[in-house]
């Protein structure tokens, strides 16, 4: 139907494409998790043995952050040094941003 293409402040371009299609409905489930533990150590414990663990991203990539922020402050606003240190960040923001979603 449509297409749409955009480009985020890493620089990397992403194309939404928006079709038309029939979807088969799904069987319900009967299965009941439930959590049964919140820990710093592990994220959560379900009743089924499932453990996710807590993932310790933020803190390593906040420290890769801070350098490329100075380095930025630093430049002249518009020039190309500036957009190049102004790249760098966003990428970082970027990977910070992926770790959330997986």
């Known amino acids: 139907m449509n297409a749409n293409i955009r480009r985020n402040p890493s620089g990397k371009y992403f194309v939404s494409l928006g079709t ?15 959590v ?3 820990e710093t150590i ?9 453990i996710y663990s807590n993932p310790k991203f933020f803190r390593t ?3 890769k952050l801070v350098k490329p922020q100075q380095t ?12 190049k ?8 923001h970027e990977r910070i941003t992926n770790a959330r979603n997986i």
């Open 20 to 34: 038309v299609i029939e979807v088969a409905e799904l069987s319900k489930s009967n299965s009941v998790v439930g």
């Open 36 to 38: 049964l533990d919140l």
């Open 42 to 50: 592990n994220i959560a414990i379900l009743s089924d043995g499932t």
């Open 61 to 63: 990539l906040e420290e």
């Open 72 to 83: 930025m402050s630093r430049r002249t606003i518009g020039g190309a040094n500036w957009y």
């Open 85 to 92: 240190a102004k790249r760098k960040v966003a990428r970082i």
